[in-house]
Nanobody
Framework: VQLQASGGGLVQAGGSLRLSCVASGRTFSSYVMAWFRQAPGKEREFVAAVSRGGGSTYYLDSVKGRFTISRDNAKNTVYLQMNSLKPEDTAVYYC???????????????????WGQGTLVTVSS
């Protein structure tokens, strides 16, 4: 599967952005989808994941209540709605997909087989 992320940009602290990630292929609904981010000089960090049917979601503690992950399997798209953005949210955001991943492994980037190209989110103070 090929992933194409978009929606990044420059926003002031407290603002909002919605990231999108469109997947190719006809088996999108069989993949767990996730968002990771990587700030300069830091390791890639799990942000959020959503189950294959969209009924279960998982978040990094620091984004709970501010970010919402969702998916539209009819459109082969996963979203990350980011509200109340903070300067520390500044990073390149990547979408990722894996068919066989389990809940205990969702936070580990090494367990995802497919990655998008990344979209830059910059939050100014």
């Amino acid at each position: 599967v090929q992933l194409q992320a978009s929606g990044g940009g420059l926003v002031q602290a407290g603002g909002s952005l919605r990231l999108s990630c469109v997947a190719s292929g006809r088996t999108f609904s069989s993949y767990v989808m996730a968002w990771f981010r990587q700030a300069p000089g830091k390791e890639r960090e799990f942000v959020a994941a959503v189950s294959r049917g969209g009924g279960s979601t998982y978040y990094l503690d620091s984004v709970k209540g501010r970010f919402t992950i969702s998916r539209d399997n009819a459109k082969n798209t996963v979203y990350l709605q980011m509200n109340s953005l903070k300067p520390e949210d500044t990073a390149v955001y990547y979408c990722a997909a894996d068919r066989g991943i389990i809940v205990s492994s969702m936070g580990n980037p090494d367990h995802y087989d497919y990655w998008g190209q990344g979209t830059l989110v910059t939050v100014s103070s």
